[in-house]
Each structure stands twice: as structure tokens, then as C-alpha cells.
């Protein structure tokens, strides 16, 4: 009884406190807004007139879709989609630890999150944490759940693809995640010969590392001279960058 009220009192805070209006939270957002606005328009997934290289597309056009459904200027629902999407992850975690380790595991996943300032910090700006956090959970949940007992149900996998797939289309460091699970299912494969690692190794392959390598060879094909890119990035949160600042 008391777990399922202490989450819709935390969903309530994060929906009462997200904004009214814009935050104006640097580049980040002003761009992902921009890039939005094009789309809107009909300029297709571009910013300052080029071909946008960086940010995945996910949460541009989400915010792209709330602009065509009800006004560019729709500052409260771009807000509360994002309070909506980070409490989602807090529960998602939450719920998770207190079936895994008990009411101990809970608590401990939600004063870790809690007392992280980004995860609360960006769940009141128009950027890609919330979205990213039940997104990358939800992958890592469902691996642990198919890895443990050697085999999934078919909707876990084709979940388990699903969310590989959207988390690179989110965020850059989604690059690191996958690679993780490829290695993770990799592993189990190569231990047991259990084709369930096997599936998930593909998986995270296929369709998160495969957009990954699409959205890196695009910036060499529509704008190779940009600045930032998406590949620059990824190096960094590999640990291949020589780069020790931006």
C-alpha cells in the first residue's frame, strides 16, 4: 500500500513544479527547440539553415509533435512531458529495486537518484535525460531479466529491441550502453551457448549500434564540415577522445 502512494506523490510533485513557461536553459535546449521548429515548418531536421549532425532525432521531433498539436508556444506540455518521462524512470528503478532487493534496494535506488542533481535538474528543462533514463532502465531491466534465466518471452525481446533502438535515437551516450549489452549477451552466449545472449548481443547490435553507425555515416554525407558531430561525441563517451574539455 505504501509503495504505490509514495509514487503518486512523487508524480504529483514532478507534475505540480514543472514549468509554465520557457526555462531558456542554454544551447541545448534553445537548439532541440530550433530543430523542432524546423521540422514544424517543413525544413526538415536542420538548424541555422544546415543539416543538423549531433543530437539524435527522438526528442526533437517529440517536441515537434506537441507544436503541431497544439501551438509552438506550448510551453506546459513540453515541460510536463519531460516531468512525466523522469518520474517515469524514478518509479521504473524504484519499482525494480524494491522486487529485486526488497524495500532496502528501493529506498537506496530512490535517495541515489534523488540526491543526483541532474536527473532532477533536467526534468525541469527541455533536455534528453528524462527521456533517456527509463529508456536506458528499461534495456538494462530487460537484459538482466532474459540473461538470468536464459531465455525470454517474445515480447521481452522485441521490447528489449525496441528500447535499444530508441535510446539511440536519443542520446550519443547511448553508444556506451549498447556496447555493454553486446558484450553482456556476448558473454552469456559464448558460456552457456544459450541462444538467449545471443538475442540480446544482436539485438543491440542490429538496432542500437546500427543507428549509431546511420546517424555517424549521415553527418559525413549532409554536412562533413560541421563542428560538432555525433561521432565526436560517442568518442568521448567511449573513452577514445584525446579532447579534455566541451
Not at 507534475?15 to 515548418?41: F, K, M, N
Not at 555515416?217 to 560517442?234: C, D, G
Request: hydrophobic fraction near 55%; glycine fraction near 8%; include cysteine.
Amino acid at each position: 500500500f505504501l509503495w504505490p502512494v509514495a509514487w503518486l506523490l512523487t508524480a504529483a510533485v514532478y507534475l505540480a513544479t514543472a514549468p509554465r513557461v520557457w526555462q531558456c536553459e542554454g544551447v541545448d535546449e534553445i537548439e532541440y527547440l530550433s530543430l523542432a521548429h524546423s521540422l514544424v515548418r517543413g525544413y526538415g531536421y536542420t538548424i541555422y539553415g544546415a543539416p543538423h549532425v549531433l543530437y539524435p532525432p527522438l526528442f526533437a521531433s517529440l517536441l515537434s509533435v506537441i507544436m503541431r498539436l497544439i501551438d509552438v508556444h506550448a510551453w506546459r506540455a513540453m515541460y510536463m512531458m519531460n516531468a512525466i518521462l523522469g518520474v517515469s524512470g524514478l518509479i521504473l528503478i524504484g519499482t525494480w529495486m524494491r522486487r529485486r532487493f526488497g524495500a532496502a534496494g528501493q529506498w537506496a535506488a530512490w535517495f541515489m537518484l534523488f540526491s543526483y542533481y541532474p536527473w532532477s535538474f533536467n526534468s525541469r528543462f527541455l533536455m534528453t535525460e528524462p527521456l533517456f533514463l527509463p529508456l536506458s532502465f528499461t534495456a538494462l531491466i530487460l537484459a538482466w531479466r532474459i540473461l538470468e534465466r536464459n531465455g525470454g518471452r517474445a515480447w521481452e525481446y522485441l521490447l528489449f529491441g525496441l528500447v535499444c533502438f530508441l535510446g539511440a535515437m536519443t542520446r550519443a551516450a547511448a553508444v556506451s550502453l549498447n556496447m555493454a549489452l553486446v558484450v553482456a549477451g556476448g558473454v552469456r552466449w559464448l558460456t552457456t551457448r544459450r541462444r538467449a545472449g545471443l538475442a540480446v548481443a544482436l539485438l543491440a547490435l542490429v538496432l542500437g549500434i546500427g543507428f549509431f553507425t546511420y546517424w555517424s555515416a549521415r553527418a559525413e554525407i549532409v554536412n562533413p564540415e560541421a563542428v560538432e558531430s555525433h561521432w565526436r561525441w560517442a568518442r568521448k563517451y567511449l573513452g577514445f577522445s584525446s579532447e579534455t574539455d566541451g
